[in-house]
């Protein structure tokens, strides 16, 4: 009897013993190193709609599950079979099952950066958001072109493109088009401060004006020292009643906007973004200017001159004048280096 119950106790212990070790590789399993990558991390996309299926077969792919079943188990188990989170996950070499789980259930994406800088269109703008984020440029461009959203900015379809200034954000990859112009509304707000608005307003200017002539100025020079003195011209310009005959303008107009030279006949131009026929700014920026086009524009420099032209050397900045005929001696030289260089158009 004593062998019997020593030979029972033996079985026992051992079944514990099993149990402890079948609970112990489990719970390793569950918990260890699950994902086998050769890089340091990889990026999960779960687009919007995906169903448990499309996410199994995405982490599969990427090696980050090597126990279809266990992972299957484990998901069912803190119900997120049924509740599947769009976005971007990056996963780190190594990760264990259940945090993997962990990390798919609560949603917690990365986020992307997206920088747009001299972006000349809002179509451009669509093009370079599709690489970046979930939304196709097709999207974009018809949230952008939507009356309802652009008046939800306080804009129309020709000021537009102003509310977006050129930086470096974050952004979820499932951004939708309208929480993207959201966004870009509440960046427009904190950039026009009050100290920015006061600025404007000194100058007889709403934002979104010195937004268009700024649009001018960056495309104007690409030389920062000349931005500010060439604001001053324009708006020395302004405050008299002179056109502005900007011929960045004109180029818009024309919709050539890779030509070197303006000829004379581009000036007869019928177009409201004629600055020469018509007086004042034109209708809206043509082109997204960047932070520092328009800060040229706030803080331009006070001077007397009206006139600038393209220095002879074509090395981007310009010659200043206080008359049209000392103009005109700055106009020939530059033209004359076209010439020599045969551009003429």
Same mark, same amino acid.
């Given at each position: 009897?004593? #062998?019997?119950? #020593?030979? $029972? &106790? &033996?079985? /026992? !212990?051992?079944?514990?013993?099993?149990?402890?070790?079948?609970?112990?590789? &489990?719970? #390793?399993? !569950? *918990?260890?190193?699950?994902? %086998?990558? *050769?890089?340091?991390?990889? $990026? @999960?996309? !779960?687009?919007?709609? %995906? /169903?448990? =299926?499309? $996410?199994? =077969?995405? @982490?599969?792919?990427? /090696? %980050? !599950?090597?126990?279809?079943?266990?992972? #299957?188990?484990?998901?069912e188990r803190k119900n997120y079979v049924d509740r599947v989170k769009a976005g971007r996950y990056r996963l780190p070499n190594g990760i264990g099952m259940n945090a993997l789980v962990n990390k798919l259930r609560a949603?917690?994406?990365?986020?992307?950066?997206v920088t747009f800088t001299n972006v000349k269109n809002l179509r451009d703008l669509a093009g370079l958001l599709a690489q970046r984020l979930e939304p196709d440029s097709a999207a974009f461009i018809k949230a952008f072109q939507d009356p309802e959203v652009q008046h939800s900015a306080g804009l129309n379809e020709r000021t537009f493109i102003g509310l977006f200034i050129p930086d470096t954000y974050e952004f979820w990859w499932t951004t939708t088009p309208e929480r993207f112009v959201e966004r870009m509304k509440r960046e427009y707000d904190a950039f026009w401060n009050s100290d920015r608005s006061a600025r404007a307003k000194a100058l007889g200017l709403e934002p979104i004006e010195v937004s268009t002539l700024a649009s001018i100025v960056q495309a104007e020079t690409v030389q920062r020292s000349d931005a500010s003195r060439i604001a001053g011209v324009y708006l020395n310009r302004l405050r008299i009643g002179m056109p502005l005959q900007a011929d960045p303008t004109l180029k818009y107009a024309l919709g050539l906007d890779s030509i070197s030279r303006i000829l004379d006949r581009d000036k007869t131009v019928d177009s409201p973004y004629n600055t020469y026929k018509n007086l004042g700014l034109p209708p809206g920026p043509i082109n997204m200017p960047e932070a520092r086009s328009i800060n040229a524009v706030l803080q331009a420099e006070k001077h007397d001159f009206l006139y600038f032209c393209a220095r002879a050397d074509l090395s981007g900045h310009s010659e200043f004048s206080k008359s049209y005929a000392q103009h005109l001696v700055y106009a020939r030289r530059y033209q004359r280096a076209l010439n020599e260089r045969r551009i003429y158009r």
């Amino acid at each position: 009897m004593a #062998r019997k119950k #020593r030979v $029972v &106790g &033996g079985v /026992g !212990i051992l079944a514990v013993l099993v149990a402890i070790a079948c609970g112990y590789w &489990g719970w #390793r399993k !569950i *918990t260890g190193p699950s994902a %086998a990558f *050769t890089e340091e991390s990889v $990026v @999960l996309y !779960i687009p919007q709609g %995906a /169903g448990f =299926d499309q $996410v199994v =077969d995405s @982490l599969k792919n990427l /090696g %980050a !599950i090597q126990d279809e079943v266990a992972f #299957r188990w484990l998901c069912e188990r803190k119900n997120y079979v049924d509740r599947v989170k769009a976005g971007r996950y990056r996963l780190p070499n190594g990760i264990g099952m259940n945090a993997l789980v962990n990390k798919l259930r609560a949603g917690e994406q990365e986020p992307v950066k997206v920088t747009f800088t001299n972006v000349k269109n809002l179509r451009d703008l669509a093009g370079l958001l599709a690489q970046r984020l979930e939304p196709d440029s097709a999207a974009f461009i018809k949230a952008f072109q939507d009356p309802e959203v652009q008046h939800s900015a306080g804009l129309n379809e020709r000021t537009f493109i102003g509310l977006f200034i050129p930086d470096t954000y974050e952004f979820w990859w499932t951004t939708t088009p309208e929480r993207f112009v959201e966004r870009m509304k509440r960046e427009y707000d904190a950039f026009w401060n009050s100290d920015r608005s006061a600025r404007a307003k000194a100058l007889g200017l709403e934002p979104i004006e010195v937004s268009t002539l700024a649009s001018i100025v960056q495309a104007e020079t690409v030389q920062r020292s000349d931005a500010s003195r060439i604001a001053g011209v324009y708006l020395n310009r302004l405050r008299i009643g002179m056109p502005l005959q900007a011929d960045p303008t004109l180029k818009y107009a024309l919709g050539l906007d890779s030509i070197s030279r303006i000829l004379d006949r581009d000036k007869t131009v019928d177009s409201p973004y004629n600055t020469y026929k018509n007086l004042g700014l034109p209708p809206g920026p043509i082109n997204m200017p960047e932070a520092r086009s328009i800060n040229a524009v706030l803080q331009a420099e006070k001077h007397d001159f009206l006139y600038f032209c393209a220095r002879a050397d074509l090395s981007g900045h310009s010659e200043f004048s206080k008359s049209y005929a000392q103009h005109l001696v700055y106009a020939r030289r530059y033209q004359r280096a076209l010439n020599e260089r045969r551009i003429y158009r």
